[in-house]
């Protein structure tokens, strides 16, 4: 292989690309992006992202680190799958725009004040007190996280729907003090923890080079 060659590889592959290769779910797969934007032609949501996938994965390429992990885009991301299932090199997107999420919040570097980000704080918090998601409390949270005075407009404003979900038996009242969770919750508690310990310890071993 010719140095010219050689020192091209070299500039693509840059420090942010390994990082994300490494620290981020499927990360590995951003190098095969052709950069056709099928992805952002076929997403729903196309239009309101400030950085279509194609775009993101082309920053990450140009080492434009901060930028791509503190974008509103991957937060935009919804799981229909669209863009896996037309893009032409199968690449998992969905689950790459998640990862990058994810990454980006642990390194403190997600966008503040983001709704959708405060939304996944709110049930990963309301699904590991018992191992399910309480709806009647995570919809209350829901209402109330822009503070109290903006949840009773929210929730004046469904109370008709509130009440049907109540006479359909839709809604149990008693779920707000705590309801139904797993079985073994010391179980899934013990499995979470470990599955956090494993990340933080695959995460330690990477160092940019």
Known sequence: MS???TQAIERYRN????????????????????????????????S???????????MIRAGKREEVLS???????????N????????????????????YGKRLGLAPKNNPTLKFSQMFWDNLTKTG??????????????????EG??????????GLGMWKTKRMNPMEILGGHGVKDKAG???MIKKAQELEAARLAKYKAP
């Open 48 to 58: 309101a992202w400030a950085h279509p996938p194609q775009e993101i994965f082309m």
């Open 3 to 5: 140095n010219l060659n």
């Open 188 to 190: 899934f508690t013990a």
């Open 132 to 149: 399910r998601a309480n709806e009647l409390t995570l919809g209350l949270s829901l209402y109330f996280m822009n503070g109290f005075a």
């Open 71 to 81: 974008s509103t885009s991957m937060w935009m991301c919804t799981s229909c799958y």
């Open 15 to 46: 420090n942010f690309l390994k990082e994300v290769e490494h620290c981020v779910e499927e990360g590995d797969w951003v190098k095969m992006c052709m950069q056709c934007g099928v992805c952002a032609g076929s997403c729903p949501l196309g």
């Open 152 to 161: 009773i407009k929210t929730a004046l404003k469904m109370k008709d729907i």
């Open 83 to 102: 863009c896996i299932a037309r893009c032409p090199r199968e690449l998992p997107i969905t689950h790459i725009m998640h990862g990058l999420a994810h």
